[in-house]
C-alpha cells in the first residue's frame, strides 16, 4: 500500500526566511510521482511542484523546491524566501494507481 | 476557461436523505476523482474513474456512488446522508491515468449532514 506522512502539522517561519515541510513516502512501485499542493484559507488548492521518481535533478518552480531523497523516501518541499502570502495549509502527495495525500502542514509566516 | 466546476458549493441535509454532487470537467480529461477533506485528516479518496464507463473505489468508498456516463461529467450521491459525512468535498482531474501530471481541482462543496 502507499502512503505519506507529513509529521508536522503546524509551523512558522519568519518573513524572508527560507523553510522546509517534511513529506516521507512509502511505495513499492518503481515509477511514481510526488506533488506538492497549497490550500490557503480560501480553501482552493493550487498545484505547486511536481517530482517524478525517475527525475535526476531535484524539482524547482521560483521560490519552491522540492528535495527529492529516493533512498530515504523523503520529498520535502522548500520555501525561500517566506512572503505572508504563504501561510496556507500544505500537502503532500504521491500518485501510483491511485493519487495519495498526507495530512497536511500548517504554515503561518510571521511578519 | 471554466477548468472543473462544482455544484453545489454548499448544502445542509436532514439524515437519511439523498443528494448528488456535481462534477464536470472541459478538459477532456480521462481520470477524474472524488475526495473529502476533514480536520487533521488532509484529503482522502472516495471514488475515482479513469474513463467513461470505469469507475473504482478509493480508501472511503462506503455510503458513495458514483457514475460516469461520460468524459465530462462524475457525479457522486449519497444514497442516505449520516452526520459522518459532514466534510467538504473535492472533485479532481487530470489528463491521463498515468503518473505524471498533476490534479486539478474544482472549489469544493461543503456538506452537512444534521
Known amino acids: 500500500a502507499q502512503k505519506i506522512t507529513q509529521t508536522q502539522p503546524g509551523m512558522f517561519v519568519q518573513e524572508k526566511e527560507a523553510v522546509t515541510l517534511d513529506c516521507t513516502y512509502d511505495?513499492?512501485?518503481?515509477?511514481?510521482?510526488l506533488f506538492w499542493y497549497k490550500q490557503p484559507s480560501s480553501g482552493e488548492m493550487i498545484f505547486l511542484i511536481y517530482?517524478?521518481?525517475?527525475?535526476?535533478q531535484n524539482a524547482t518552480e521560483g521560490r519552491y523546491s522540492l528535495n527529492f531523497q529516493k533512498a530515504r523516501k523523503s520529498a520535502n518541499l522548500v520555501i525561500s524566501a517566506s512572503q505572508l502570502g504563504d501561510s496556507a495549509m500544505y500537502f503532500c502527495?504521491?500518485?501510483?494507481?491511485?493519487?495519495?495525500f498526507g495530512t497536511g502542514t500548517s504554515l503561518t509566516v510571521i511578519p | 476557461n471554466a477548468g472543473v466546476t462544482q455544484t453545489p458549493k454548499f448544502q445542509v441535509l436532514k439524515t437519511g436523505q439523498s443528494m448528488t454532487l456535481q462534477c464536470a470537467q472541459d478538459?477532456?480529461?480521462?481520470?477524474m476523482s472524488w475526495y473529502r477533506q476533514d480536520p487533521g485528516m488532509g484529503l482522502r479518496l472516495i471514488h475515482y474513474?479513469?474513463?467513461?464507463?470505469?469507475?473504482d473505489q478509493g480508501e472511503v468508498p462506503n455510503g458513495y456512488n458514483v457514475s460516469r456516463s461520460t468524459t465530462e461529467d462524475f457525479p457522486l450521491r449519497l444514497l442516505s446522508a449520516a452526520p459522518s459525512q459532514t466534510s467538504v468535498y473535492f472533485c479532481?482531474?487530470?489528463?491521463?491515468?498515468?503518473?505524471?501530471?498533476?490534479?486539478?481541482f474544482g472549489e469544493g462543496s461543503r456538506l452537512t449532514v444534521l
Open positions: 517530482q517524478g521518481s525517475y527525475d535526476q
Open positions: 479532481a482531474s487530470r489528463p491521463t491515468r498515468a503518473n505524471t501530471g498533476e490534479l486539478f
Open positions: 474513474s479513469v474513463g467513461a464507463g470505469i469507475t
Open positions: 502527495a504521491m500518485t501510483g494507481n491511485q493519487f495519495y
Open positions: 511505495t513499492s512501485d518503481p515509477s511514481y510521482g
Open positions: 478538459m477532456n480529461h480521462e481520470y
